[in-house]
Antibody, heavy 122, light 109 residues
Framework: QITLKESGPTLVKPTQTLTLTCTFS??????????VGWIRQPPGKALEWLAL???????RYSPSLKSRLTITKDTSKNQVVLTMTNMDPVDTATYYC??????????????WGQGTMVTVSS | EIVLTQSPGTLSLSPGERATLSCRAS???????LAWYQQKPGQAPRLLIY???SRATGIPDRFSGSGSGTDFTLTISRLEPEDFAVYYC??????????FGQGTKVEIK
């Protein structure tokens, strides 16, 4: 059974850097074809894809946020870490990590974490 | 970047009725890399459909997806009380980026 869980601060100040950790079980991020992505959702708004890391350490970023994002993985710890620099109140959102097998399930995210709410405020 | 436009924004229907949700892409979505999700308040999204028409594991057959190119549809054949939620479409593009639509809310009439 695949599970993912996000963790990190619930409150950050403007201009600070946000670091979120996705801890997962039930699969290995060294298995060919597997990826873990980050998606966020501001309160009452739509989902927005942020970044994704593949089993082979290939990385993809949202073009609009690329300059602020870094995604890394620690296969031994079953974790994926997302950092976002220069946080702003508009970045207030629930942040989700999710599992995918981009080729096998055509780029869909089949298992999601419960999400973690991050508020940006001074 | 491909933009997905969902319509209508809100769909007001009664249990037992048929729901038809639309997702239109600004460019052709390659190889039907189009998915649909259901999201209820306070919950993470749940994958319903991938590859435009394949149901995810455990999804009831009243949910079906169709379409290709730039026009895609999610159909719920007979609405059950638990189907009232927000639905999102999502595409995976040739540049290996993902985008979501703005969502359609299916509410009880």
């Amino acid at each position: 059974q695949i599970t993912l869980k996000e963790s990190g601060p619930t409150l950050v100040k403007p201009t600070q850097t946000l670091t979120l950790t996705c801890t997962f079980s039930g699969f290995s991020l060294s298995t060919s074809g597997v990826g873990v992505g980050w998606i966020r959702q501001p309160p009452g708004k739509a989902l927005e894809w942020l970044a994704l890391i593949y089993w082979d350490d290939d990385k993809r970023y949202s073009p609009s946020l690329k300059s602020r994002l870094t995604i890394t993985k620690d296969t031994s710890k079953n974790q994926v870490v997302l950092t976002m620099t220069n946080m702003d109140p508009v970045d207030t959102a629930t942040y989700y990590c999710a599992h995918t097998r981009p080729i096998e399930i055509r780029g869909a995210f089949d298992i999601w974490g419960q999400g973690t709410m991050v508020t940006v405020s001074s | 970047e491909i933009v997905l436009t969902q319509s209508p924004g809100t769909l007001s229907l009664s249990p037992g009725e048929r729901a038809t949700l639309s997702c239109r892409a600004s460019q052709s979505v390659s190889s039907s890399y189009l998915a649909w999700y259901q999201q209820k308040p306070g919950q993470a999204p749940r994958l319903l459909i991938y590859g435009a028409s394949s149901r995810a594991t455990g999804i009831p057959d009243r949910f079906s997806g169709s379409g290709s190119g730039t026009d895609f549809t999610l159909t719920i054949s007979r609405l059950e009380p638990e189907d009232f939620a927000v639905y999102y479409c999502q595409q995976y593009g040739s540049s290996q980026t993902w985008t979501f639509g703005q969502g359609t809310k299916v509410e009880i009439k």
